[in-house]
C-alpha cells in the first residue's frame, strides 16, 4: 500500500517535472539599484511570466554595484523560491546577456529635482549603446528588450541601433508605468475600481510631452469622457498630472519612483508573455509608420498582447480629433529631437526592416537550435 502510494507519488512528481515549462532567462541590468531592489523578489515569485515558468536571473551591474548586488543576491536566496533555477552577478554585459530571453534595463542615473528626463541624454544613452552590442552578440536572437533606464524611449532608440542582428520590433520601452498611473487617476475621479477602467492610451515619449489619452478609453463600458463629463478636468488636471507625475514624485519622496516603475515592468513583460487579451497596453516601439508617425523613433502606442512574446498595435480607431492630433505631434517632435540629439550612437548599419509583430516560431527555433 505504501510502497504503492511512494510508486504514483514519484509518478506524480515525474510528470510534473516532465510538464515543466522552459526556464526563461532574464537580463536585469542595475539590479542593485532601487527599481532592480523593488522588482527582483517579484520575478523571483512567478509574478513576471505566470507561477509555473522557472527564472534564471542573470545581474548586471557596474564594478561597483557588484557588491550591493551580492546582498540582493543573498536575500533572493533567502526567499527560497522554488521557480529559479540560478543567480548570475556580472559586471560584464557579454555574462549577463548570455543566452537571455529577456532583457531589462533598468542600469542609469536616475534624474533629480528640476531635471527633465531628456537632462540624462549624456550620462545614459552611451549605457545602451553598449549594451545594444552586446545584447546583439550574446542574447537569444528572438530575446525582448524592455528599456526603463531614462530617457527611456532613446535609449531603446539607441540599444536597437546597435544590435544590427535583432530586429528592432523586439526593443521596447516602458510607458506602463504612465498608463497604470493614467488609470489610476481616472479611477480615483470616478470612484470606479482601477479594474473597470479601460483602453486608457498613452502616446510618445516617457516625458512630460507624453499624451495620456481618454478618447477611447472606458469606464464600466461607458466611454470614459461622458462619464466624467469635465473636459477641463480632462486638459487642465488630469493629463498635466500624469505627464508630470514623476517629477512629483521626486518632489515628495527625494528620489525617483522605484515600486511603481517595478510594478510597471512586471505588467509589461508579465502582458507580454502570459497575455491579456483583448486590453489596450500602452508599449513604446519602433513606428512603422502608423498613426502618421515618423519611422524609426520610439513612440507609445497602444497595443493588444496575446501573448509569446507578442504584441499587434490596436489600429482600428477613429481619427484623433484636432486636440489629440496636436498633442501626439508635440511629443513625436520631442522624441525626433532626441533622436537628432543621439545620432553620433546610431551606426549606419544596414537595418533589418521591422514587423509589426515580432517574428518569433522560425528565430526562436533559429536561435535555439
Ligand atoms: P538607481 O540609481 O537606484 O539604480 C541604478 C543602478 O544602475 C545602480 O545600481 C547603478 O550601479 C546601475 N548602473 C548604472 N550604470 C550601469 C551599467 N552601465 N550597467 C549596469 N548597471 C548600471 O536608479 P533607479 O531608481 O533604479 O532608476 C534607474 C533608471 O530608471 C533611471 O534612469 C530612472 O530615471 C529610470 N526610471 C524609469 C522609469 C520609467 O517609467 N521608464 C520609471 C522610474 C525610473
Ligand atoms: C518616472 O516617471 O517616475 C521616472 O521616469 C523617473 C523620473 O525621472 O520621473
Redesign the pocket.
Known sequence: MLRSSLTSATRRGLSAAAAEPPTKKVAV??A?????YAMLMRIASGQMFGPHVPVELQL???E??LKPLKGVAMEIKDGAFPLVRGITQTADPNTGFGDADVAVL??????GPGME?AD?MNA?AA?FAVQGKAINDAAKKDVRVLV???P?NTNALVAAANAPDIDPAQFMA?TR?DQNRAMGQVAIKTGTPVRDVERVVIWGN?SSTQYPDLSNALVNGKPALDVINDTKWVREEFIPRVQKR?AEIIGARGA???TS?AS?AIDHIHDLYVGSGDAWQSLAIRSDGSYGMDKDIWYSVPCRCPGDGVYERVLDIPSPDEYSAAMMDATRKELLEERDAVKHLLPAATRKQAGTKPARKKRAKKATA
Not at 32 to 36: E, Y
Not at 106 to 111: I, S
Open positions: 541590468t542595475g542593485a539599484g532601487a527599481i532592480g548586471l551591474e557596474t561597483q554595484g533598468v542600469g542609469a542615473r536616475p534624474r528626463r540624462l545614459n549605457i526603463v533606464g531614462n527611456a516602458m508605468l516617457h514623476g525617483s519612483s522605484a516603475a510597471a
